[in-house]
């Protein structure tokens, strides 16, 4: 792009990053700036909006935090060539950085929205190499004997290997940056209550099943059950951290 001019002063002085971040955003989405070339400088930056260096900061910040940029020290700024895995990062750092301590049941509520229907969609499009996946994620979590991180892990990944097989290339996307979130609270459940990796198991194999007979009713409606036990058993961890705390 050379020297080109491509952003004007701003005029208001309010919320001066925000709106600095909006605009190399819209230039990035319209390819104005395509993947992998460089943006100006922080100093053509800042002539070009006429803002301060910390205003200008604190929107690269912001861009690179949602994935959009790269910024590699002594060479400069770079459009991101945008994958998979950066667009869940992003999601998954805006869900940790905007969400309190007591996005628990917020979790359990946004699964029990989206599952049921992978599930279902699961049962009417998988192959069988999702099958074979699934059959050996359930082989580990009855073996499992680590931690109770470990025994999160595989729970998720079942989940994960379910919205792959539904064939729908958004719900990966929107499945993953949840269940990163996951494990740290499924992980205490499963030391808090007993019963958790025998539900899950039961639930699992009723769900991979139901997807193997390609009755998508009837995976939606044992994806349904296993999210309400998930949430009861949410409730009995909340609550015993809270009894803690007294």
Known sequence: MGNEIMFSPI??????????????????????YLP???????????????VSRTSVR????????????VIHKGKGMFVNKLSSETVTNSIQKYLIHRTDRNYVMDLVHARQI????????????????????????????????GGYLELANLDSLFHLHLARASR??????LLDPIHKLI????STVYETV?????????????????????????????????????????????KAQKSDAK
């Not at 969609?121 to 580990?140: G, P, Q, T, V």
Request: net charge negative.
């Open 11 to 32: 005029a208001s002085r309010e919320q001066i990053s925000a709106i600095i971040s909006q605009q190399i955003e819209e230039a990035i989405l319209s390819k104005k």
């Open 168 to 173: 729908n290339r958004i719900m990966p996307l």
């Open 183 to 186: 494990p740290e609270v499924k």
């Open 58 to 69: 604190e929107a690269l910040g912001t861009l690179e935090a949602q994935g959009l940029i």
């Open 194 to 238: 007993d019963d958790a990796k025998d539900s899950a198991l039961i639930w699992h194999q009723k769900i991979l099943d139901a997807v193997i007979e390609g009755n998508a009713q009837a995976a939606k409606s044992a994806m349904e059950e296993h999210l309400k036990i998930a949430e009861e058993h949410a409730e009995r961890m909340l």
């Open 36 to 50: 992998g070339s460089k943006l100006p400088s922080e100093n053509e930056l800042c002539e070009q909006f006429g």
């Open 114 to 145: 989206l599952e049921p229907a992978i599930a279902y969609y699961a049962a009417l499009n998988h192959n069988h190499d999702d099958i074979s996946r699934m059959k050996e994620n359930i082989k580990m979590l009855t073996e499992c004997d």
